[in-house]
């Protein structure tokens, strides 16, 4: 492909994308496709000759399309949003276009400052404390990690190498690995899987720590299990909680969703602002006191509902990071970013750098120490040109519209699940996920659960689907079996969300007439 077939190509291509977008409505939401359905559409070898590009882009269609799961179906409402904006997508194509492989500040000046700046933009938009600042008169800074999870490992690798450190200045004959045997992490019975992944990768022991009536983990509960694995010899380093004060909730709320990831290691703790499953809050000063009267590392993850942030109205459910030692969200998932984009920040990149860190010759530059070479920041070597999306995203957008934004989504949910909780059917409890308190009200999801048993709940979420006039995922928390309706694209307007709660009741009133 030549230069000008590539912009007879590239024109079209936009205005695929562009259509794919104002036409998305008419897609099935779901593929109505059998496991191996693209085997029969494409040869079982490369071509070995090239082919034009007008016979590529009809596979588009042909081969692709038909087994896609439309994410920004304004009637996608399941796992969580994947943000999806043209300025993130042209931000890509020219990520794509420099092609860079940005492990140190040599292989890219630019793709390592734009990330140093975008980062501290994003520290002040969310006021968040000054010590993660890459001016702040520590060594505190952010960086673009691919995801949540990676950012979360990141954070166990780096406590434990800390804490195995300090077990050998005691024992400087100790080996590495009989250190490791010291240490143990904890985490909520509601934090997300990659919590425990990533304990288990970092091979380190862990609790999982009951949770109080209102799913959230409790300073004393904590503080109990690191006293009794201190009796044991033990050095707790990592916690991952999840806590939500009910209390302040309506009757018929369920548990928030804002995501903070609590880890102790005796040394670290890792807490979530609403989980996956259920929404649950971890109440970061209370832990925060915990962790630093103990001496342990607390990573916050707010990866779903950390966007909100930049709403001052919603900023009060981040008090208590400034006990943090690290903090991470997704702005992929609620800030018009395209994936993968998720913002991890630290009060003292020592922690980090000195886990990851091998100087091969041919790596090594004059102005190392000068501005963060990136490698040192995260497991892989090579890294994409990622600031450019948050740029192009803040740039284009501004904080304005981007609040705007979030805003828009809250009130759709808030305003017209509000209406059917009033006038809900006398078989379905609608449970909204809202944080209500006197300042402030933040929506990220809505639990939905059919009186009865958990197989009927189980039955609707398969009926629904298989519908496939909307697309939803379930939970469970404790024993209950229940639904989730999460708000996905900004695409979604009022009359969807009546749409999908027409769908939910009609498909709810064949379930229960089938079970009787």
Same mark, same amino acid.
């Given at each position: ?34 496991p ?7 040869p ?16 588009i ?44 500040w ?35 800074g952010?960086?673009i ?31 590495d ?27 380190v022991?862990y ?7 209102k799913?959230?983990?409790? %300073?004393? $509960?904590l503080?109990? *299990?690191? &006293?009794?694995?201190?009796?044991? !010899? ?5 916690? =991952? /909680? ?31 602002? %609403?989980? $996956?499953?259920s929404? *649950?809050? &971890?109440?970061?000063?209370?832990? !925060? ?5 103990e =001496? /342990?590392?607390?990573?916050i ?32 998932k ?8 998720s ?29 963060p ?24 957008f501004?904080?304005k ?10 009130n759709?949910?808030?305003?017209r ?13 609608l449970?909204?996920s809202?944080?209500l308190s ?11 659960y059919?009186?009865?048993?958990n ?9 629904i689907?298989?519908?496939?006039r ?12 229940f639904l989730r309706l ?29 079970a009787?």
């Open positions: 492909m030549n230069d000008e077939e590539f912009e007879a190509a590239g024109q079209q291509m936009l205005k695929y994308v562009i259509d794919y977008h104002k036409n998305i409505r008419e897609r099935r939401v779901m593929p109505d496709v059998r191996g359905f693209m085997r029969k559409l494409l079982d070898h490369a071509p070995h000759t090239p082919e034009k590009w007008d016979q590529l882009f009809k596979d269609e042909r081969v692709i399309m038909p087994g896609v799961t439309h994410w920004h179906h304004p009637h996608f409402y399941a796992y969580f949003p994947t943000a999806n904006s043209y300025p993130a997508i042209l931000a890509d194509i020219l990520s794509d276009t420099i092609a860079c492989i940005g492990f140190t040599a292989s890219c000046p630019s793709c390592t400052e734009l990330e140093v700046i975008v980062m501290d933009w994003l520290v002040k938009v969310m006021d968040l404390p000054e010590a993660f600042l890459s001016t702040s008169p520590g060594h505190g952010g960086v990690q691919g995801t949540a999870s990676e950012a979360t490992l990141v954070a166990v690798l780096s406590a434990r190498t800390k804490f195995i450190n300090k077990i050998k200045e005691k024992n400087p004959s100790m080996e690995g009989v250190a490791l045997t010291k240490l143990i992490a904890y985490t909520s019975r509601q934090s997300h899987s990659s919590v425990e992944r990533a304990y288990m990768i970092a091979l022991k609790r999982i720590l009951d949770t109080d009536e799913q959230a983990l409790r %300073g004393d $509960t503080k109990k *299990a690191i &006293d009794e694995d201190r009796a044991k !010899g033990l050095t707790p380093f990592f916690v =991952n /909680i999840s806590s939500i004060d009910r209390s302040r909730y309506p009757k018929q709320s369920c548990i928030p969703v804002i995501k903070i990831s609590m880890f102790i290691f005796l040394s670290q703790v890792c807490a979530t602002l %609403g989980t $996956t499953s929404c *649950a809050f &971890d109440n970061c000063k209370e832990i !925060g006191i915990v962790c630093e009267q =001496n /342990i590392w607390m990573h993850d707010a990866a779903y509902a950390g966007s909100s942030f930049i709403c001052p109205e919603y900023r009060p459910l981040l008090d208590g990071v400034e006990h943090a030692d690290s903090f991470n969200f997704n702005p992929h609620w800030m018009q970013v395209t994936f993968d984009c913002t991890m920040w630290v009060k003292n990149s020592k922690d980090i750098s000195q886990s990851f860190s091998v100087e091969p010759v041919y790596l090594k530059h004059e102005n190392e120490g000068l501005m070479d990136y490698r040192h920041w995260h497991i892989p070597l090579g890294r994409r040109f990622r600031s450019l999306k948050l740029w192009f995203v803040l740039r284009l501004g904080v519209g981007l609040q705007d934004i979030i805003r828009q989504m809250d759709y949910a808030v305003t699940f509000e209406q059917f909780l009033l006038l809900h059917t006398v078989s379905i409890y449970y909204l809202i944080y006197i300042y402030l009200s933040i929506y990220l999801y809505i639990h939905i059919i009186c009865g048993s197989e009927i709940n189980e039955k609707l979420i398969k009926s689907n298989e519908d496939g909307i697309h939803m995922v379930p939970s469970r928390v404790d024993d209950t079996f999460s708000i996905c694209t900004t695409r979604t307007q009022n009359h969807d969300i009546d749409f999908a709660w027409k769908v939910v009741s009609e498909v709810a009133d064949n379930v229960l007439k089938t009787k």
